[in-house]
């Protein structure tokens, strides 16, 4: 698997699909193996940063650096892993995390995103208000972190549908 020039054997199918809790089919994984061929120019097993932003969908999207973040060096177990939260079949709290993981820019579990969602359209004491009326009303103190349990909990009862899917055919 780590050779993107050999095939998959049943194996390898199987594997794949535990690892992304088979919310791809044996024929998607085939699929998005040819594809993961496909942009892995350099055959080395991995795509690069610049591999994905050859797929123009990628190139053009506004989240495009944040992800590149995420999938920069991806083998291809990782690539579906990465591509399950897209997946019909992926769980709203398996949707949830890749938001929540999309905006932990540093990775440490606490997120950002009312910075990213308001820019510089208010300043930073506007954003502190909103962000602790927002926590209040959650049920935070103003001095909680907001980690990946509470976008879970808070995202996961409001309702909320993820409907983002990316074809596999």
């Given amino acids: 698997?780590?050779?993107?020039?050999?095939?998959?054997?049943?194996?390898?199918?199987?594997?794949?699909?535990?690892?992304?809790?088979?919310?791809?089919?044996?024929?998607?994984?085939?699929?998005?193996?040819?594809?993961?061929?496909?942009?892995?120019?350099?055959?080395?097993?991995?795509?690069?940063?610049?591999?994905?932003?050859?797929?123009?969908?990628f190139a053009v999207n506004p989240l495009s650096q944040r992800l590149l973040r995420m999938i920069d060096g991806l083998n291809f177990k990782e690539f579906v892993a990465f591509l399950s939260a897209f997946s019909s079949r992926a769980t709203?709290?398996?949707?949830?995390?890749?938001?929540?993981?999309?905006?932990?820019?540093?990775?440490?579990?606490?997120?950002?995103?009312?910075?990213?969602?308001?820019?510089?359209?208010?300043?930073?004491?506007?954003r502190q208000q909103v962000l602790t009326h927002v926590l209040e009303e959650a049920g935070y103190i103003k001095d909680s972190l907001f980690v990946l349990a509470d976008f879970v909990k808070i995202l996961g009862s409001s309702g909320l549908e993820m409907e983002v899917e990316v074809p596999v055919d």
């Fill in 1 to 57: 698997m780590g050779n993107t020039s050999s095939m998959l054997t049943q194996y390898d199918i199987e594997e794949v699909q535990q690892h992304c809790n088979n919310t791809f089919s044996e024929q998607e994984i085939v699929s998005l193996y040819q594809r993961f061929c496909q942009l892995d120019r350099s055959s080395g097993g991995f795509i690069s940063g610049d591999e994905f932003l050859s797929v123009p969908e």
């Fill in 92 to 126: 709203p709290d398996q949707k949830i995390e890749f938001v929540f993981k999309v905006y932990d820019l540093d990775c440490n579990g606490i997120m950002d995103i009312l910075r990213d969602l308001t820019g510089t359209y208010i300043s930073e004491q506007q």
